[in-house]
């Protein structure tokens, strides 16, 4: 059975303080790993894919890396505005369309 | 332009009434997935239509969970004898195909509660 498992569940850090978030997964064969953002009320926005091992991915303050057991999402120098819950979703071998997602982490950027 | 829209966005019920619930994808996406969040955890898979059929419900959860999408486009998730346990937000998803690397765009969801 295919596992994606996200820590830490949640992350507090002053505005300018990088740090990284890890996406570990436990799969048959990966095709696909995906970073998404969710404010509070609000979907899933997509934010990355990554396919294979060595790939990186970087969007303004935010880069994904990939190795062949986890991801991480570094955040440099957050903002405030970087304030949300970061999921992590994985598209596997075994023929299934639909994603697995990890529990997320919650993070909170202060000023 | 227009995202995923789903309605209601809040849906109040007794326990043991039917509800259904409405998916409005991006136009022009083919594959529409339904997904339910419980507080704290992220999105659990319930079932993905390729057009007009299911092909993956092994996600729902019992039988009391029913979902159809009869030209396409629009979907309807219908949820039989509500149980208390049913409560969470259920989330629709399109993709335009179903392409490895399709990310899903999802709506904002039905947030549903059963009294």
């Known amino acids: 059975e295919d596992q994606v498992t996200q820590s830490p569940e949640a992350l507090r850090l002053q505005e300018g303080e990088s740090s990284s978030l890890n996406c570990s997964y436990t799969v048959s064969g990966l095709r696909g790993l995906f970073w998404y953002r969710q404010d509070p009320g609000k979907g899933p926005e997509f934010l990355f894919t990554l396919y294979s091992a060595g790939e990186e991915k970087e969007k303004e303050r935010l880069k994904a890396t990939l190795t062949k057991k986890e991801s991480f999402l570094h955040i440099t120098a957050p903002k405030p505005e970087d304030s949300a819950t970061y999921l992590c979703a994985v598209r596997t071998h075994t023929g299934r369309r639909a994603l697995t997602f990890g529990s997320g982490t919650r993070l909170q950027v202060q000023p | 332009g227009a995202g995923v829209s789903q309605t209601p966005s809040n849906k109040v019920t007794e326990k043991g009434k039917y509800v259904e619930l409405r998916c409005d994808p991006i136009?022009?996406?083919?594959?529409l997935y339904w997904y339910r969040q419980s507080l704290g955890q992220g999105p659990e898979f319930l079932i993905y239509f390729q057009g007009t059929g299911a092909a993956d419900d092994s996600g729902l959860p019992n039988d009391r969970f029913f979902a159809v999408r009869p030209e396409g486009s629009v979907s309807t998730l219908k949820i039989q004898r509500t149980e208390r346990g049913d409560s969470a937000v259920y989330l629709c998803?399109?993709?335009?195909?179903?392409?490895?690397?399709?990310?899903?765009?999802f709506g904002n969801g039905t947030r549903l509660t059963v009294t």
């Open positions: 998803a399109s993709s335009l195909g179903a392409g490895v690397g399709e990310a899903l765009h």
């Open positions: 136009s022009g996406h083919t594959a």
